[in-house]
């Protein structure tokens, strides 16, 4: 096989289907290969919104990581807060509908964690989160 017919290694690995992360590193012109985490997404009691969102994203870096080491991999994490109550993913059609209906009108907050990381550069390591007011306008049913 020529070199020219190789496809070039990724210099980044996205642990996630998010069709905006995908969007995102698009726009800013990174090359990159989709590689979904099969990580479970899960509340600890008493866990705050800003650790919750970090533990994840680490863990969907590294559960994909382990695939591919010496690569960088991307892991995101991002979750609803309202009322100080974390809204899930939604279970069905109806429950999606109580959730929007609970957000119009209303100012939340959108907490997302992301983690970087590379099994040959472990001290660079980066795992931060950032946290969105977003303001939903009124809805009509």
């Not at 995102?24 to 600890?44: A, C, D, N, Q, W």
């Not at 559960?63 to 991999?73: A, I, K, L, S, Y």
Request: hydrophobic residues 35%.
């Amino acid at each position: 096989m020529t070199q020219e017919s190789e496809s070039p290694k990724p210099h980044l690995i996205l642990a996630s289907s998010s069709p905006r992360r995908k969007e995102l590193l698009k726009s800013l012109g990174i090359r990159f290969e989709i590689v979904p985490s099969t990580v479970e997404e899960s509340t600890l009691n008493g866990e705050s919104p800003e650790a919750q969102v970090s533990r994840l994203a680490l863990a969907k870096a590294e559960d994909v990581m382990r695939q591919f080491p010496g690569t960088w991999v991307l892991g995101a994490d991002t979750i609803v807060v309202i009322d100080g109550r974390i809204l899930g993913k939604p279970r069905d059609e109806e429950d999606a509908k109580t959730m929007l209906a609970s957000l119009a009108a209303r100012t939340h907050e959108v907490y997302t964690g992301y983690a970087l990381i590379n099994s040959c550069f472990p001290e660079e390591r980066r795992v931060r989160h950032v946290r969105s007011w977003v303001h939903c306008r009124e809805l009509s049913e």
